[in-house]
């Protein structure tokens, strides 16, 4: 079993090799200029071998490699599944995508990327702002998603709300307790992962 995260916990990716804190799924991942980086890992993840509490707090930078987009990671899923088929439709976890189906919406869906009632913001090409513009690709991009009351998802991305998913039925316990990073086919680096434990719910 994956050790218990019980204090902050950082990663610079300042080295050759990923290494054993992390499961990979695809050799799609690797470290390239003290960032993890992917493309074409089609919806593989790297998970931090790390269990997640309840609460908890999740920043990283990330960077897209094109104007495609597609940022994405996962949160309180189990630590080793990835997609079966074409469609991400059986994830574990949480999902943030940020300019995802070729920069045309940020998503936070719940196990099924595709679910119709995903909170999803559909993105202007014409906007400046964050929550509603299109990725920029080469940009540096700062993410913090947490979970502080047991139940609702909150995600920034430069300081700035991005949605939120109050759960009725919270992944929690056994099989949702791990964070990762994930990727369809866009080139996406991502750097700096801190998480911190937060109080309340167990």
């Given at each position: 079993m994956d050790p218990a995260l019980s204090a902050p916990y950082a990663d610079d990716f300042e080295r050759a090799e990923l290494g054993s804190a992390w499961y990979v799924r695809s050799p799609a991942w690797k470290i390239e200029g003290g960032r993890l980086?992917?493309?074409?890992?089609?919806?593989?993840?790297?998970?931090?071998?790390?269990?997640?509490p309840v609460n908890a707090r999740v920043e990283f930078e990330?960077?897209?490699?094109s104007e495609v987009g597609d940022v994405k990671a996962e949160y309180w899923g189990d630590g080793r599944a990835g997609a079966?088929?074409?469609?991400?439709?059986?994830?574990?976890s949480y999902l943030t995508i940020f300019g995802g189906w070729?920069?045309?919406?940020?998503?936070?869906?719940?196990?099924?990327?595709?679910?119709?009632d995903r909170p999803e913001i559909r993105l202007d090409p014409d906007s400046d702002?964050?929550?509603s513009a299109p990725v920029k690709p080469d940009r540096l991009y700062r993410f913090k998603v947490e979970r502080t009351d047991g139940k609702t998802v909150r995600w920034w991305v430069d300081d700035i709300e991005i949605?939120?998913?109050?759960?009725?039925?919270?992944?929690?316990?056994?099989?949702?307790?791990h964070f990762g990073f994930n990727n369809w086919q866009a080139p996406v680096c991502f750097d700096n992962l801190r998480v911190t434990p937060l109080g309340g719910a167990r």
């Open positions: 980086c992917v493309s074409g890992a089609r919806n593989q993840p790297a998970w931090l071998r790390r269990r997640l990330a960077t897209a490699g079966t088929g074409v469609s991400y439709t059986n994830a574990t070729k920069n045309s919406f940020h998503v936070l869906a719940r196990l099924d990327e595709h679910a119709k702002e964050v929550r949605l939120a998913y109050p759960d009725r039925e919270p992944l929690v316990g056994a099989g949702h307790e």
